[in-house]
């Protein structure tokens, strides 16, 4: 049995991941993290303020954070520096937060994966990109999601970008200055933003060749969409020494 602790359980992603994991029998849900579910006993396990009350008052073996993008650091390294292996769902984390959390649980032996996103066709589309990159020299990418969503772009699209690894020699892309409306540049990519209600999570990504468009798409029609991938990181990560990024390394 993993004891789970939820850190941003009100939240619409938080508090839909506490009742999955609350149904599961191999995993025991023993703390809901988030400052606006006061004291309550939700799902049937208690609720606290912040992390350093949770932990004063729970063992929890492994975390799932998916708290906003400006706590997500701070609840990571705690719960880290304590022992705790944790996925990190929230988005808003730099390279350097990144860097320093890696370096965090290294030197603890504890599991740390980030996980851009849990829908396992999202992530299967990264890696049909990856792929498909090798082949062709301009590429774009769209994301839409719904306008509540805080950060843009998407912490999968840039992951995506990432991944793609598009060479020096591809299609130069043109500064933000020159042509605002071109979308942000990510490791020679230009990814777009659409926030609309709505829509939950979509992407796609366009490669242009000779005469020819490829182009590849995922969607994402309820949050239902991430629960597999969020179990399967939960159940994963307390074997985990060190730092994974991305779903992707946990698929055979």
Do not use: C, W
């Not at 993290?33 to 006061?38: R, T």
């Not at 808003?92 to 290294?106: C, H, M, P, R, W």
């Not at 912490?155 to 042509?179: I, N, Y």
């Not at 590849?216 to 020494?241: E, N, W, Y």
Request: aromatic residues 4%.
């Amino acid at each position: 049995m993993i004891d789970v602790l939820v850190s941003g359980a009100a939240g619409r992603m938080g508090s839909l991941s506490a009742e999955t994991i609350a149904a599961q029998d191999d995993l025991r849900l023993v703390a809901l993290v988030d400052p606006k579910l006061g004291t309550a006993t939700v799902v049937g396990a208690p609720a606290f303020a912040g992390v350093r009350e949770a932990l004063a008052e729970t063992t929890p073996h492994a975390a799932l954070e998916f708290s906003v993008p400006s706590a997500v650091f701070a609840n990571t390294k705690e719960l880290l520096e304590a022992g705790v292996a944790t996925v990190v769902g929230a988005t808003g984390l730099t390279d350097d937060q990144v860097a320093a959390l890696s370096a965090i649980a290294e030197g603890s032996h504890t599991g740390l994966v980030i996980v851009p996103n849990f829908a396992l066709g999202a992530v299967l589309l990264m890696q049909f990109a990856r792929q498909a990159a090798r082949y062709y020299q301009a590429a774009e990418i769209i994301e839409m999601h719904g306008a509540g969503k805080i950060d843009a772009p998407s912490g999968t699209s840039l992951r995506t970008a990432r991944l793609m690894a598009l060479p020096p020699s591809a299609a130069a892309p043109v500064a933000d200055a020159v042509q605002p409306a071109r979308g942000l540049v990510a490791d020679r990519v230009h990814i777009h933003s659409v926030r609309l209600p709505g829509m939950v999570a979509h992407q796609e990504v366009l490669f242009g060749g000779e005469d020819e468009l490829l182009t590849l798409r995922h969607d994402s029609l309820s949050r239902r969409s991430f629960m597999s991938g969020v179990l399967l990181a939960m159940r994963r990560v307390i074997a985990v020494k060190g730092t994974v990024i991305g779903l992707e390394n946990f698929l055979d």
